[in-house]
């Protein structure tokens, strides 16, 4: 089956969704900032619009990605859920915890139907992998404390204007809050 795919924002991680591009998936529409529209549709060859509503008045999608801003990405899940859609969405979920409970967990449940898949990039890497691997296998005992740090080069050059402003992307905390989500025994 190959999936026709909205994507909302599509700043960050949306390689990981365009490389699947005409294999499992088809891109059919994206909504981007209206500086953006000239790069999305070069870069996704799809219909381009400057506003979620238009996107998810598409009916011929099956899921949607969202990668824009985190301070406006809980809106985004929520109107893409309550459209009828299933979303993958990159990390954070919601810039408050309170956010990402009473309005994306909220609507989860009362719609057990539709489905939110966190795109967690690290989970798969080498790394991370060989950390689960010792732990599974007991090679260190139980931990009693853990502590995971990645470095990252802020790259500022190449990052959008919103990602710098702590009130739009979040603190420290809440853009690493998805390490806790990571299932070591899934």
Known sequence: ???????????????????????????????????????????FGCRVFENTENLLAC?????????????????????????????????????????QQQQIESILQRNSRRRLFMLLTLRGSPLYAGLRGIL?????????????????RLKRKQRPPWFLDVRRSGDCCSICLYTVWIRWNG
């Not at 899940?77 to 859609?85: E, F, K, T």
């Open 1 to 43: 089956m190959v999936y026709k795919v909205g994507i909302i924002g599509g700043e960050t991680h949306f390689g990981e969704i365009t490389q699947l591009q005409g294999k499992a998936l088809e891109i059919m529409a994206a909504a981007v900032r209206p500086e953006q529209v000239e790069w999305a549709q070069e870069t």
């Open 136 to 152: 599974q296998e007991n090679e260190i005992g139980s931990p009693a404390f853990t502590h995971v740090r990645m470095a990252v």
């Open 59 to 99: 009916k011929d999608l099956d899921l949607i990605f969202v990668a824009n801003e985190n301070d406006r990405r809980a809106e985004a899940i929520v109107a893409v859920l309550g459209a009828g859609c299933d979303v993958i969405v990159d990390k954070p979920l919601a810039i408050t915890m309170e956010q």
